[in-house]
T-cell receptor
Framework: GAGVSQSPSNKVTEKGKDVELRCDPI?????LYWYRQSLGQGLEFLIY????????KSGLPSDRFSAERTGGSVSTLTIQRTQQEDSAVYLC???????????????FGPGTRLTVL | AQKVTQAQTEISVVEKEDVTLDCVYE???????LFWYKQPPSGELVFLIR??????QNEISGRYSWNFQKSTSSFNFTITASQVVDSAVYFC??????????FGDGTTLTVKP
């Protein structure tokens, strides 16, 4: 498929464990975003990548959260020592900035539903 | 500070009624981009429209129309002759050139037959 893909689709983990969430953006999209959506809530911005660099990490909730992107493509969001309040759907989006600068339409993946027991 | 406010948490209408979803934003940036997304019960976000801060021209696409007013920092979305399939959560979002992205809390629209 040509869309954004995320894996796993569902993840159940025990409190205190580390988890890795993966995002495969649309080929050629240089911008990549991670969001968190708690049940019945809006989207909470976590981090944004332009290429491999993340100019804005201000949305990461705590130092237990980190993200990286390699080769300007796949991104991994890592949550260490998970807590129950981390339970949410984690959404990834990618876009191809118009003219290489301005943010264009974000195409969203299906999300990873994380449940921390 | 950057903020997007969707004051209407839930709206319920009867099919064929017109409905307007409000969006008010705050930003210190002079260049920014406004978006509307639809999240149907299936959960996947669907892009509806993108507007940049220099383009205040309103847009109509079928039954959908958008009214961007920079003077009031609003970017409202109207669905004409609503249909049951329009039932979803609708999100308004603002993104700056630097990639700072802020979404509103969403408005849940229910269209009853």
């Amino acid at each position: 498929g040509a869309g954004v893909s995320q894996s796993p689709s569902n993840k159940v983990t025990e409190k205190g464990k580390d988890v890795e969430l993966r995002c495969d953006p649309i080929s050629g999209h240089t911008a990549l975003y991670w969001y968190r959506q708690s049940l019945g809530q809006g989207l909470e911005f976590l981090i944004y990548f332009q290429g491999n660099s993340a100019p804005d990490k201000s949305g990461l909730p705590s130092d237990r959260f980190s993200a990286e992107r390699t080769g300007g493509s796949v991104s991994t969001l890592t949550i260490q020592r998970t807590q129950q309040e981390d339970s949410a759907v984690y959404l990834c989006a990618s876009s191809f900035p118009s003219g290489g600068v301005s943010p264009d339409t974000q195409y969203f993946g299906p999300g990873t539903r994380l449940t921390v027991l | 500070a950057q903020k997007v406010t969707q004051a209407q948490t839930e709206i319920s209408v009867v099919e064929k009624e017109d409905v307007t979803l409000d969006c008010v934003y705050e930003t210190r940036d002079t260049t920014y981009y406004l978006f509307w997304y639809k999240q149907p019960p299936s959960g996947e976000l669907v892009f509806l429209i993108r507007r940049n801060s220099f383009d205040e021209q309103n847009e109509i696409s079928g039954r959908y129309s958008w009214n961007f007013q920079k003077s009031t920092s609003s970017f409202n979305f109207t669905i004409t002759a609503s249909q049951v399939v329009d039932s979803a959560v609708y999100f308004c979002a603002l993104i700056t050139n630097a990639g700072k992205s802020t979404f509103g809390d969403g408005t849940t629209l229910t269209v009853k037959p």
